[in-house]
């Protein structure tokens, strides 16, 4: 089954307490994105990624990291988490050529609260 | 340059029409569709690349009208199962970052 898989779903933590939240996806897509949702303000992109050792910056980089090794895989890092990175996160992933063409596929998201 | 929706929110009888409005202050290239029931993820409905250009998908069309930077979904006889929250999804040109918009509530009651 074609499917973005994330994990964890759920994660309580504690400010300044390094995190990672996994992304991987079995489509081959060339592609992949996070994106954050809060109330009233949609979804934003944090970053993206075109190919493997290929990232951008979105629209809400800062306290985030990135990094894509391998096409399938393109893990979400806050390094020192806040608690104003308390949000739920979504995984993307699409295929790549002109990119207005293309839908994106989501994971189930990941909820963060960071105490 | 997050593009923004017009309503916030909206509460149809089933099989009324609804029409949800997307703007953007910057020029196009394509615009995306998503629907998001609570708790889930969004889900894809359909992209629109062409300046006038229309399409359907069941019940629900869209029109994209990229001189005036705008889009509009139309959802017609509305269903229960139409719940959710509607975004749109804008590109500027082939850069790849991607603007979603605030999103319109959508709820039908029986």
């Known amino acids: 089954e074609a499917q973005v898989t994330q994990n964890p779903r759920y994660l309580i933590t504690v400010t300044g307490k390094k995190l990672t939240v996994t992304c991987s996806q079995n489509?081959?897509?060339?592609?992949m994105s996070w994106y954050r949702q809060d109330p009233g303000l949609g979804l934003r992109q944090i970053y993206y990624s075109m190919n493997v050792e290929v990232t951008d910056k979105g629209d809400v980089p800062e306290g985030y990291k990135v990094s894509r090794k391998e096409k399938r895989n393109f893990p979400l890092i806050l390094e020192s988490p806040s608690p104003n990175q308390t949000s739920l996160y979504f995984c993307a992933s699409r295929r790549g050529g002109p990119s207005g063409n293309q839908p994106q596929h989501f994971g189930d998201g990941t909820r963060l609260s960071i105490l | 340059q997050q593009p923004v929706q017009s309503p916030q929110a909206v509460i149809l009888r089933e099989g009324e029409d609804a029409v949800i409005n997307c703007s953007s202050s910057k020029a196009l290239y394509s615009v995306h569709w998503y629907r998001q029931k609570h708790g889930e993820a969004p889900v894809f409905l359909m992209i629109l690349l062409k300046g006038g250009e229309q399409k359907g998908h069941e019940k629900i069309s869209a029109s994209f009208n990229e001189k005036k930077q705008q889009s509009s979904l139309y959802l017609t006889a509305s269903q229960l199962s139409y719940s959710g929250t509607y975004f749109c999804?804008?590109?500027?040109?082939?850069?790849?970052?991607?603007?979603f918009g605030t999103g319109t509530s959508l709820t039908v009651i029986p």
């Open positions: 489509m081959n897509h060339e592609y």
């Open positions: 999804g804008t590109e500027r040109n082939t850069g790849n970052q991607f603007y």
